[in-house]
């Protein structure tokens, strides 16, 4: 989609009219006809007239956005090549709207849609193309961009992208935005003892990886580590997955990927916040050199681990991730982690929500703000003491699996509070996008497949401690 910023109307092939708090002003008659009354999730294509008519429902900054893609589907099946739309005083949802909703996945289709290769053109009619609305657009192009970016990463399948391929990504993502990076093997964890990120890999063909790149601005406001849960593929290991479930693992990097999407976005954005991504990037898979349910793992920070579970992999993954982020980056102030961690997570809140977890409320609740401003869906889990009590391991320091099947997004949260420095304890925040980073619906702005979950309300996170 080529997007171009105007000021005064031009005539083209159709015109994309948002319909706000139901109040239709124009083609009243023919809108009757067809039964549009401008609410959400309707629309009235009109190819005599060339306008199309979008539903918004109450004019909200979400319902902008998600009706903006909305159009955009109905746009891409026409032959309709260029379009032009109103921003109103949501210039950024409109932008991200537009190239959320145009998202395509087609790596795999053989004879890909021919008009969706024509390169499409959409208007954006705004009051003034004054500094303040080219900086709020590209904003939202690099946004939009960036979670494009993820979707496709996590989209590809384990075949196409596994560990080496994840750092690589990585590296051109730092070559691109002139960042640093340091990419680790099996050798390394074996130098720095750490047996949990060790242990989840081995049985891969594919040798794994943590990633630690660094985006470090001059006087940077804050510092800011985030970590990424990057299973390329999780077959559950020994503790194998049954076959309906194992089904869309592919998408088990949603968290790495999304780690990988927001270093990119801030650093076209230049935010003055230094920024650490940390992934750890591994496929768990079976065989005679798997890890077994029974196996005690040491962690980098010296705390043993019982398995019993080897489908628990990527709290594994992320202990380890997360002893060398304390050990390795000195005084930030937050540090915030992404997996799909937990299927109990899906099952609490349902498929389109983030769970957030933490010590601290204060922080929870700031980076809850954010998510719903940014337009995706969070709510605060909390910690309780009798939940605590179930990870608690008879021969090791800790076990990798509850004693109770009830609660389970929370006790995985609470396993990885194990590997929080305590004087990091209120820095930190943990997210299981287990829910929203792969859903095979259509749902708001979101395609069938991965949605990029993490990346919009992170950088609204940052651009809100920015603005404090
Ligand atoms: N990657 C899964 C969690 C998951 C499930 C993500 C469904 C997305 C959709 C994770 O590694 C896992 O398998 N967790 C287990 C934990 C259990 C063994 C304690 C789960 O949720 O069943
Ligand atoms: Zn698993
Ligand atoms: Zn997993």
């Not at 139901?22 to 306008?51: C, R």
């Not at 609740?365 to 709510?379: D, I």
């Not at 509850?402 to 420095?421: H, P, V």
């Amino acid at each position: 989609m080529k997007l171009n910023l105007i000021e005064e109307s031009i005539n083209t092939e159709l015109e994309i009219i948002i319909i706000k708090n139901n109040n239709i002003e124009s083609d009243n008659e023919v809108l009757q006809k067809l039964n549009f009354k401008g609410e959400i999730d309707t629309s009235a294509l009109l190819p005599e007239l060339g306008k199309l008519y979008i539903g918004c429902g109450e004019y909200s900054s979400d319902n902008v956005r998600c009706s903006v893609a909305a159009a955009m589907r109905i746009f891409s099946d026409t032959n309709f090549c260029e379009a032009i739309i109103e921003a109103g005083e949501y210039l950024a949802e409109v932008v991200e709207g537009i190239e959320l909703g145009s998202y395509s996945f087609t790596k795999y289709k053989s004879n890909k849609d021919n008009k969706k290769e024509i390169e499409k053109t959409i208007n954006i009619l705004v009051e003034k193309v004054d500094p303040k609305t080219i900086e709020i657009f590209e904003d939202a192009v690099n946004l939009s961009n960036s979670v494009n970016m993820v979707r496709d990463f996590v989209n590809t399948t384990p075949e196409d992208f596994y560990p080496k391929i994840m750092a690589k990504k990585a590296k051109k993502i730092a070559i691109e935005n002139n960042l640093e990076i340091k990419i680790f093997g099996e050798k390394y964890f074996t130098e720095q003892k750490m047996g949990a990120i060790s242990a989840v890999g081995r049985a891969s063909r594919h040798d794994s990886r943590l990633i630690h790149m660094t985006y470090a601005p001059a006087n940077p406001m804050k510092k800011i580590v985030l970590i990424g849960k990057g299973l390329t593929y999780d077959s559950g290991g020994l503790s194998l997955k049954p076959a309906d479930f194992m089904v869309t693992m592919k998408s088990d990097k949603s968290g790495g990927s999304a780690v990988l999407g927001i270093m990119n976005a801030i650093a076209k954005m230049k935010l003055p916040i230094e920024v650490h991504g940390i992934i750890g990037a591994v496929e768990n898979m079976i065989g005679g050199d798997a890890y077994k349910p029974d196996d005690v793992l040491v962690a980098k920070n010296g705390k043993t681990i019982e398995v019993r579970n080897t489908d628990a992999e990527g709290r594994l993954v992320l202990a380890d991730c997360l002893c060398y982020a304390q050990d390795e980056i000195q005084d930030f102030d937050y540090i915030i982690d992404y997996a799909t961690l937990t299927g109990a997570c899906v099952v609490g809140v349902g498929h389109y929500t983030t769970g957030i977890m933490g010590n601290n409320i204060l922080l929870n609740n700031k980076l809850q703000e954010s998510a719903l401003k940014s337009g995706e869906l969070a709510t605060i889990l909390h910690f309780n003491k009798y939940l605590k009590k179930t990870i608690k391991s008879k021969i090791a320091d800790i076990c990798n699996i509850s004693s109770t099947r009830y609660g389970g997004a929370i006790t995985a949260g609470m396993f990885l509070d194990e590997f929080i420095k305590e004087e990091n304890k209120q820095k930190w925040i943990h997210c299981d996008i287990a829910g929203p980073a792969f859903v095979e619906e259509i749902w708001g702005c979101n395609p069938y497949g991965a949605s990029g979950a993490g990346v919009r309300f992170t950088v609204k996170f940052m651009k809100d401690l920015i603005a404090e």
